[in-house]
């Protein structure tokens, strides 16, 4: 009973600290995670690329999410290898900075941030501040998982059931490091396996040599969470995210056949306490990107050999059309014709968002070869609906069963949205760019900010619908539809600002009045398309209803 009201314990402190560190990730990510591209696209020498991957991995509270963004603006090409990997690599650091901040014991701050976040949270309006307090209680709840995990182990700190296992890890350094790295991968956050790791290190329920083999262990495992996660995408995009593994892992044990041999030579005495053991994560990353930084050049070479660019690239494969990811020969299987309509999807994709990234500044230059370039891309985009519709006719439904075929017909579907939106901007945004530049139309200072912004969020949101797209994961489907709401209430704000200036008698907002709100119409159209692949996931959990219309029952009754 005692083991039994332990596990359940301990399950329940660490769920509470996963779900904590989602919570603030998410949070910092809905408030700020448009202006993320700005600030990743726009390094280009190496040091300041792991400056900002640092920044940013304090900020998300992962490594993990660095090295994804990375990954997604890699494929997209706004972003080359060697600073992407400098990046992630400056992501690991500050992963590890997080940890430092969050081992001191700060239980006196929970009342306050609870309080403040939950005001911030339940009675603002502002999408900023309410993000904010999500925030504030997600630091909360970390700080009480974490007084609940020292809670938890204190009924068999004396047992002998403890420190059995415990002496069994500090004696045999490979099963500890290979735990350590299960656990990172298995949470699925670094921050939390390491975390409970320094807790239990700190209360005295394990070693620190222990500890130590479980932390590199989990170094090693974080490395393969954005290499799992980023599969689906492209070879340009897969190639950050395993090359970090393999810096990472290498570096790992290195470090724990150093401190196997110093600790058993005795040169150096033993260290204690969970702070000693924070420090030894941080000098451990720390070293990794002195030593890693120099080789991020060299890397981008043997990693192109090693992940060379796609076959569906570059030939033409299965239905004969360039580039086509499309394998008519996979369409027996189904798990091979849904991946081949997946990976046919995300270049659709990419293609939609070559389109889309440049007509901000397709509206500013007004360049006609910028804007003709917009709209022939369109036809790419068309051909791969095509394709797509005459692979999906060409599934055998009798011997797919009613899943595989709903699933291929869901993405027929998000095809069909997606060319649609390729018609949004070719058709209707590029004609309001050279309206612009025809009538050379002015739009007013907050105005262009407004669909700045606007534009930012969306390109954001697509980068997400892909990896919605590839992972089939529910938490990213139901933060696409959130966006998706987010997207309509600031259409809905900016087009009342627009008309409170034209009160205001602004010329230039009068001028450009009708192309203003025509874009607002546009962009907002443009990103329901794109958020419908959350749909299917949604619906499959019960998480989107049929209809939005509640049942009332007549007045005459």
């Avoid at 989602?22 to 995670?33: K, L, P």
């Avoid at 007084?147 to 204190?154: N, T, V």
Wanted: proline share 3%.
């Amino acid at each position: 009973m005692a083991i039994l009201s332990f596990l359940t314990s301990l399950a329940g402190a660490v769920m509470l600290l996963l779900f904590a560190v989602r919570m603030v990730r998410t949070g910092i990510e809905r408030a700020y995670g448009a202006s993320f591209q700005r600030l990743m696209t726009s390094q280009s020498n190496p040091l300041q690329a792991s400056s900002v991957g640092l920044a940013m991995a304090v900020v998300l509270q992962s490594s993990a999410a660095v090295a994804l963004l990375t990954a997604g603006f890699a494929a997209s090409g706004a972003l080359t290898f060697t600073t992407g990997l400098a990046m992630v690599l400056g992501g690991d650091l500050g992963s590890a900075l997080v940890i430092q901040i969050l081992s001191f014991r700060l239980d006196w701050l929970v009342p306050l941030l609870l309080a403040v976040g939950g005001w911030l949270f339940v009675k603002t309006e502002g999408r900023k501040l309410r993000q904010f307090g999500r925030i504030l209680m997600g630091v909360a709840f970390i700080l009480i998982s974490l007084r609940f995990l020292r809670e938890a182990m204190d009924p068999i700190r004396d047992s002998s059931f403890l420190p059995a296992i415990a002496g069994y890890l500090a004696r045999d350094y490979i099963t500890a490091f290979l735990v350590g790295a299960a656990l990172a991968f298995v949470m699925h956050s670094s921050v939390a396996a390491i975390l409970m790791c320094v807790t239990l290190v700190d209360i005295g329920a394990i070693p620190f040599v222990a500890g130590l083999s479980l932390v590199l262990g989990a170094n090693f495992g974080s490395g393969f969470i954005p290499v799992w996660l980023s599969r689906g995408m492209d070879n340009t995009a897969r190639r950050i995210p395993l090359a970090n593994l393999f810096l990472r892992g290498a570096w790992a044990v290195v470090a724990l056949a150093l401190s196997v041999l110093v600790f058993r030579s005795g040169v150096i005495a033993m260290p204690e306490g969970g702070q000693m053991l924070v420090n030894a994560h941080l000098a451990f990353n720390a070293s990794l990107l002195i030593i890693a930084l120099p080789f991020c050049r060299p890397l981008a070479g043997v990693m192109k050999q090693c992940l060379s660019d796609e076959v569906g690239q570059n030939e033409t494969p299965g239905q004969g059309r360039p580039g086509s990811a499309l394998d008519i020969d996979a369409v027996g299987s189904p798990v091979q014709a849904l991946a081949s309509l997946k990976r046919e999807l995300l270049r659709m994709t990419d293609l939609v968002d070559g389109m889309f990234r440049p007509v901000l500044n397709a509206y500013k230059s007004g360049d006609r070869d910028q804007i003709r370039a917009i709209r022939d891309a369109d036809a790419e985009v068309n051909a791969c609906l095509s394709g797509i519709r005459s692979f999906v006719a060409a599934i055998p439904t009798e011997e797919y069963g009613k899943e595989n075929t709903k699933a291929a017909r869901d993405l027929m579907e998000y095809a069909i949205r997606l060319e649609t939106a390729g018609d949004v901007v070719a058709r209707r945004l590029m004609v309001l760019a050279d309206t612009i530049r025809k009538e050379d139309l002015r739009f007013s200072s907050a105005g262009w900010k407004e669909l700045t912004r606007m534009h930012e969020c969306i390109s954001q949101n697509l980068r997400l619908a892909s990896n919605v797209l590839i992972s089939d994961d529910l938490e990213s489907a139901r933060l696409l539809s959130l966006e998706k709401t987010e997207i309509k209430r600031a259409e809905r704000e900016s087009r009342k600002k627009h008309l409170k200036r034209l009160q205001n008698g602004n010329s230039e907002s009068l001028e450009s009045s009708d192309v203003h709100l025509e874009t607002l119409r546009s962009l907002r159209e443009f990103n329901s398309h794109i958020a419908a692949v959350a749909y299917p996931i949604l619906y499959q959990n019960g998480q989107l209803l049929e209809t939005r219309l509640i049942e009332t029952m007549s007045s005459d009754d």
